[in-house]
């Protein structure tokens, strides 16, 4: 479980990386960022990346702020640092609630937010953050930046809309209005395990009904994904027993779910309908 | 032959100085090529956590990171624990409440533990065990672990 | 005053060998270093089962840093991984498995090629550029599948087992109840956090050969060498160092250990191996894997008329070192603590394409009490009693003692159980643990709509199996004790444990004590650490040792001292009159020195302050336990929660309750793994699933209950002086069952689980098919 011989960059600047990133592209040039999965895939040599460009001593990509109503996450940023809240209201409590479901501690102290947008396991948390609120990321090359939503963004198992020569340099979450009411619940064999099932909920509060309902499910598709019909179920109704358990049925009924030799459709079907429930009896407590 | 890197790893207080290949994880480094042998390799792939080190005073997997990436950074390590012949409050409460069996673990679990308690002695029992089970033990079946860490945390406290 | 002479018994004294391990001084297999070494990388076949037709190995060998890579044909001269001597089997012979696959690979993971590099990284980046040219055939999947051929003309059924005694047939035909069931265990191993090791070291000076890396029986696996490679025992050393973990697996001898060695007296240079995750999780041994089909037949009183089990073992690629140990474990174990008039178990002991099987801790054991306290368990049902009652109207009493276990087929090993209570074991528990209140209580909490329930299994365990162990015990002139033993030490606490012994016997200062383990070249024999023999066995030999020691100290002492001998004592390494402790007194030290050669005082005596010492027994000790787990089911996930596990355990007598509760708490933990979290899993072609550690899944904390325990010394036993009994493997036996029984308790349906482990996804199952909704 010894990796593979590359090379290794250390650009000190956006630019510098990109040059490199457009320079190695075509020899299997990968940037290294936390590292906290690519690492294990090479241990195990199913990546052998010819160069590795490691982001880390970019001091550009380590900024957290709120720019234009909007989180700004950069790449450099450690799932660590949403221990703490990072931003007032809603979204920092979410954020900091959440964190806490991915992998172990030491983990979380190395590994990166865009990081693990950008491998894109189906049953990454920060991934169904993403497609839930509509995070815009924003990828820049040498040619140039441009910005993806979070729905176009996730392509399947591990497989995103990034060219090779793209970097994900910031991913940018909608600040949550102060009325904004969450859940989130996963399922996992052990604590820190890769999640069977997640479902985030969140809506806002408008006089005691659900308006702009966003319910998210990961690590149940190839890819992270809303269950509009669920949202439906709930947008316009009093929180109650009934409306959620509707919403989770509605949920398990309209999945596609992943199925391997120890889970299968059946079962995750059960586990949607059971934290999609939890989750939105979680935002109203 | 592949490129190498001149890299100086901080470890416990001393400079080592050595030069390495890319790939070479951070864990390898430390045991072949500084000699530190009391952090351990269990799984090469970041689940075990028998090879938790402090990095500039968080703990990280050193199977996760590569050597040179840890250029200039400060380590500490289960050798750097104790204070010369003084043990350090988790040592001793670990040797005390016979918190390890085989020991293979335990390097991985102090220095977890240090980097826990260190930001947070007053850390709460829920918190303490998430965070502890970042790690694996096969033998203890844990219950004295978290007796350890919590009579360690409370000298820590007392200072 | 600290505690000393025979109140050391039991004391929880802090470990002799922690100190190293906390400061990282240890010296693990990878700490290991000689100069100008190679490293070995072993090249494992991708498929489950497949013939060879090449392999070409010119490329990896042209790769700069590599300087051998060896097929079978390199090693043609080398017979397969032998048998233990005590485990030969002619008829198994034919399934033993060569160091690097001959013709056929077995199992994913069957070693086919290995490289020797100047470096690991480089020896890795030559496993690359080997390739195998394999052309597959069909697969044995599972044990219970129709047998296929292991090769041609040789079936896969390496044996058709059987325990018997009585006519079982007619009893159950007469019988008023019979309770049946069909039941699985899955494929566990210990996964120890150290993988493997090996270091091959050849001295060509003295041409002696020299393995590190040794663990668990270095001795007993010197024997083997011996035979295999046709070397004098004086020139074959084993060396243990620490070793991160055993439960059975650690320390047998497998192909890896044989061709570093093989290598390095043909390279000329010392080689080194270290074993990674995903090659431990593919190549050492597993276990567990079995499949019954079990009856009981019960009289109109609830008593046991007769037990029956047809049972398929899922052996996997080859046989190992054990032979058919684990069946046989199995079987002879299956009536547990119960006494059964007729009796008969048949197992199939089957080869499939899977990693080979082998001892896992508690082999057999763990499986049997499943079995067994299932149908306990339904029986009780059927009869509408207490679970608790069935088992107490058929437990063994303490008149029975000891109690026989004979079977009718010649060359089965008689089993005498040497000592219990086990009524009165129950009896304590229940109370201990409030068990009537704790069940009032849950049905209280059922009543309310959550799934909690516990349940219950009452096992015996075999220990101190014999035959010999011998200990040596030298008290040099500073006072400091060396007891040089051919033990083991996988962490389970020896040294400590040795260390008390003789501190008690000798009355020698405990923290002044070495205890010496698993080198060779120190002592010419050795048991080493296997099915909970180093307490009672070398625990035996070095209370023997010590006693003599103390013997000889006593005499030269009273002249010092000018004072009869028996009216001296040791303690804390201080020779004293014991009427008058403050008087005249000498140190161990003092009298070693007037023992020294050249000692004028010595007169006709042998020099030294020394002995031997050997335990010899026929007989082997047997503890007895009950486990009790109460578990939580949340029944949309299908998540099991164990809210509490207890254990009550009778140990004869306990050396430290400290690392007796130790033992007993880690082996529950990895019980609770097991039957809840544990499985290698494998795909229909034979491809293992279960490589790394976010797959096979051992539990963390969060998932570990807090487990209780009541350790009890009523019934020492009988075959050593001190009483002893083992304490390894008393908290993994009875973890399945009492896990299953709680399940079916929190649910309502007795007999609901089949298998373990119980996943989350099989939980969900067995409440589906029960038609529960939440």
Known sequence: ?285 | MTETHQITLNINGKDYQTSVEARRTLVDVIRDQCGQTGTHVGCEHGVCGACTILLDGEPVRACLMFGVQADGKKIRTVEGLATGDKLHPLQQAFTDHHALQCGFCTPGFLMLAAGILEKDPNINHDDLIAALSSNLCRCTGYANIITAVKVAAEKMRAG | MPPSGSELLGQRLSRLEDPPLITGKGRFADDINFPHQLHMRVMRSPLAHAEITGIQTEQAAALPGVVAVWTHDDIADLGPIDFRADKSAEELKAFRQFCLAKDRVRYVGDPVAVIFAEDPYVAEDAEDLITLDLVSLEIIANADQHPGEFQPGLSSEAGLLTHTFGDVKSTFEAAHLVVEVDLQTGRHSGVPLETRGAIGVHNKTSDILELYGAAKIPHRNRETLVRMLGRSPSKIHLHEGHTGGGFGIRGELYPEDVLVLLAAERLGRPIKWIEDRQEHMMAANQGRNQHHKARMAFDRDGKILAMADEFWHDQGGYVRTHGANVPNRTMCMLTGAYKVPTFRAECHFRLTNKTPAATYRAPGRFESTFVRERMMDIAAERFGVDRVEIRRRNLIGPEDMPFKVAFDEPGVETLVFDSGDYPALLNKALKHFRWHELEAELKDRRRTGELVGCGLGVFVEESGKGPVDGARIVVDTNGDVEVLTGGASLGQGFETTMGQITAAALGADFRKITVIHGQTDRIPYGIGAHAARATVMTGSAVNIAALKVKDKALEAASEMLQMPADRLDIEQNVVFVADNPSGPSVTLGEVAKRLAPGSKFLGSRDPGLSAEGFHNTAESAFPYGIHFAVVKIDGETGHIAVERFMVAYDVGRAVNHMLLEGQLVGGCVQGVGGALFEEFSYSETGEPLSVTLADYLVPTMDCAPMVECLVTEDAPSPTNLLGLKGGGEGGINGVGAAIAGAIDNAIGKVGAVTQLPVTPQRMRKILRDLNKSF
């Open chain 1, 1 to 285: 479980m010894k990796p593979a011989s590359f090379s290794y960059h250390a650009p000190a600047t956006i630019d510098e990386a990109l040059t490199l990133l457009t320079n190695l592209s075509e020899s299997d040039g990968r940037i290294l960022a936390g590292g906290q999965s690519l690492v294990p895939t090479m241990a195990f040599r199913l990546a052998r990346p010819g160069h590795l460009i490691d982001i880390n001593g970019i001091k550009a990509l380590q900024q957290i702020a709120v720019q234009d109503n909007e989180l700004v996450i950069g790449a450099g940023v450690r799932h660590g640092a949403f221990h703490e809240s990072v931003c007032e209201g809603p979204l920092g409590a979410m954020l900091s609630s959440v964190v806490n479901h991915i992998a172990h501690l030491p983990i979380r102290m190395r590994g990166t937010f865009c990081g693990s947008l950008a491998h894109a396991d189906p049953a990454s948390e920060w991934c169904a953050v993403a497609v839930t609120l509509d995070a815009t990321i924003v990828a820049r090359s040498t040619g140039g930046e441009r910005q993806i939503s979070a729905r176009e963004f996730f392509q399947g198992v591990m497989t995103t809309a990034l060219a090779d020569d793209e970097l994900l340099v910031e991913v940018r979450l909608p600040i949550l209005s102060q009325n904004t009411r969450f859940g989130f619940q996963e399922f996992s064999r052990r604590a820190g395990d890769f999640a069977l099932t997640m479902a985030l909920a969140v809506w806002e509060d408008d006089g005691g009904r659900i308006s702009n309902a966003r319910i998210g499910l990961g690590g149940v598709e190839d890819r992270p994904r809303r269950i509009l019909e669920a949202e439906e179920a709930l947008n316009g109704s009093v929180p109650s027993d009934k409306v959620f358990r509707s919403a989770a049925d509605l949920a398990a009924g309209v999945v596609d779910p992943m199925e391997d030799h120890a889970t299968s459709g059946t079962y995750r079907r059960d586990l949607v309908r059971a934290l999609t429930r939890r989750a939105c009896e979680q935002a109203i407590k």
